[in-house]
């Protein structure tokens, strides 16, 4: 595999190893023979660096042009195109009691897929029709509430794989101390997750991740179950990613969520082969399982430009259930409108580079809620890989820290229905950023970078004695600690600044007295 992977790696090195080559033995080589003929004569002299000169252009131009077109026909080879669909199928949604034999004879096919309650189906369809126009005529049947082709779908990195920097050290992993860039890095400092895991770490939230797999033998991983999850390409119980040019990706992606949730519980779902590419309907029948699996929180680091009905619906059915989802914005450095991050329900995450400026490669537009570090990230890699760590640039890595942060929220209220994580993360969000204010909504920003400190602070002020509840025993603790000395509030000591003026003082105590005795504000949340 490691072969595998130094080929795919090695065109670029090659290249540069070439001209080296090349400049090493043409230049020095002439350069002897002219010192020599400038003794002689100048005007043979004159010829031969013109013969020098076009050897070098011919080489730079064939080393510069060709593999370059190569490059490009290499990475973009399995990156779906808008509108792109599976051939000859179909997805349809029908009417509750209507049968898909209603409408197989017409199109001359049959089913292959199904999800039960929503009454949808896949089917397989066996003429020359073009999908889009089959599901035109089939949407204007009655009993079809709506027909479309089985869109592509794809991780916005699948052309991206390169980006991937192994980290030579390969360090052992040592839980919460080691590698030392995993936990101490933009990701981490920028959303200030270690002091919020004081508070949350995520225990006992189920974060389901729809993805290419995972990689169990990570030892982040150890003591996950081979059985976690469902994998929907190879129709099994075994999520494991496969070899492809996306090895890795969901493997990043979940140890993104354990760095800022590491109590949390994965269940990894597999819906994109080890190119990167899925379709419309096992994502839905991903979002389904999800459902029926009681995940708490969704993460979808993969976009499309078409929309789905078929998603849409499925993504709505979650909604319902109170599960919140987020998904990465997408990494073509467009406002054009991206799914499922727009989708109603779903917390759409953007990247912002190490300056807080939007990163180069970020989606943008009006439906995005929030940014996060998303350049030179560092997690896990397949151990497939020279080291089990590295860095990857991608807005899919921005979205698993926001993940992260509403598992921390829901361990601490588990139960926010989706919409109430949102507007927590949204109003937590940092606005002040290195290079100025952000003033929500923001079409690059959103409402600010993501922030779990703030997200869970907001829950837990006012309880003092960090007993989980707010109670008289709070307003002896806070007065205990002004006026004999005792100890400050714990873990946090903003946990006691509960009308946010920034100090701890009697007016806190009143505050609190206030909320708990004569049902008035509660302790604040900025």
């Not at 920097?165 to 030392?180: F, K, M, R």
């Not at 990570?218 to 996950?224: K, R």
């Not at 927590?424 to 922030?451: F, M, N, S």
Request: proline letters at 5%; aromatic letters at 10%; hydrophobic letters at 40%.
């Amino acid at each position: 595999m490691r072969l595998w992977l130094a080929g795919r790696m090695s065109i670029r090195h090659i290249k540069v190893r070439l001209i080296k080559l090349s400049r090493s033995l043409i230049i020095p080589h002439f350069g002897v023979h002219l010192s020599y003929w400038e003794h002689k004569g100048g005007c043979i002299m004159r010829k031969i660096r013109l013969l020098a000169n076009g050897a070098l252009f011919i080489i730079f131009v064939f080393l510069a042009v060709l593999p370059a077109q190569y490059l490009l026909a290499d990475k973009g080879q399995h990156y779906p195109q808008r509108g792109q669909a599976v051939a000859n199928q179909l997805i349809l949604k029908l009417e509750k009691g209507r049968s898909p034999d209603e409408f197989l004879t017409e199109v001359n096919g049959h089913v292959v897929g199904s999800i039960p309650e929503p009454n949808i189906i896949l089917i397989n369809y066996h003429n020359h029709v073009k999908a889009q126009k089959m599901a035109e005529s089939l949407s204007r049947r009655n009993g079809v509430i709506f027909a479309e082709p089985n869109y592509l779908c794809s991780v916005p990195e699948v052309s991206q794989n390169d980006q991937i920097i192994p980290d030579q050290n390969n360090p052992v992993y040592i839980a919460g101390v080691s590698p030392g860039p995993y936990y101490n890095q933009q990701a981490t400092n920028s959303t200030h997750s270690d002091s919020a895991n004081l508070l949350s770490t995520g225990a006992d939230i189920i974060v389901g991740v729809i993805d290419n797999g995972i990689d169990f033998d990570h030892p982040l991983f150890d003591g996950l179950a081979d059985s976690t999850g469902y994998d929907f390409i190879d129709n099994d119980e075994d999520p494991s990613e496969e070899v492809g040019d996306l090895l890795g990706h969901g493997t990043f992606v979940s140890g993104l969520v354990k760095l800022m949730a590491p109590d949390c519980e994965l269940m990894p779902y597999r819906v994109f082969d080890e190119n990167g590419v899925g379709n419309a309907y096992i994502i839905s029948l991903a979002i389904y399982q999800a459902i029926d699996d009681s995940v708490d929180v969704i993460n979808m680091s993969f976009n499309t430009y078409t929309a789905s009905s078929s998603i849409q619906t499925a993504i709505a059915a979650a909604h319902q259930a109170g599960i919140t989802m987020v998904a990465s914005s997408g990494n073509d450095s467009c406002s054009t409108i991206c799914y499922p991050a727009s989708y109603d329900g779903v917390i759409s995450v953007g990247a912002i580079d190490s300056l807080d400026y939007k990163a180069d490669f970020s989606n943008y537009g009006s439906y995005l809620d929030v940014v996060a570090p998303g350049t030179m990230i560092y997690s896990a890699l397949h151990t497939n890989y020279e080291s089990d760590w590295g860095y990857w640039n991608g807005t899919s890595f921005s979205a698993p820290q926001v993940t992260g942060t509403c598992a921390l929220i829901l361990e601490l209220r588990s139960s926010l229905p989706g919409d109430s994580v949102e507007s927590q993360i949204r109003e937590t969000a940092e606005k002040d950023l290195a290079w100025g204010t952000v003033v929500p909504q923001d079409t690059l920003y959103g409402y600010g970078y993501d922030d779990a400190l703030q997200a869970v602070i907001c829950l837990c002020r006012g309880d003092a004695d960090n007993s989980g509840q707010i109670d008289s025993l709070d307003i002896n603790y806070l007065v205990d600690y002004l006026n004999n000395g005792g100890p400050a509030p714990t873990p946090i000591f903003e946990l006691g600044d509960v009308n946010c003026s920034g100090t701890i003082n009697m007016l806190d105590v009143s505050y609190l007295i206030n909320y708990l005795d004569n049902n008035g504000p509660a302790p604040c949340c900025q």
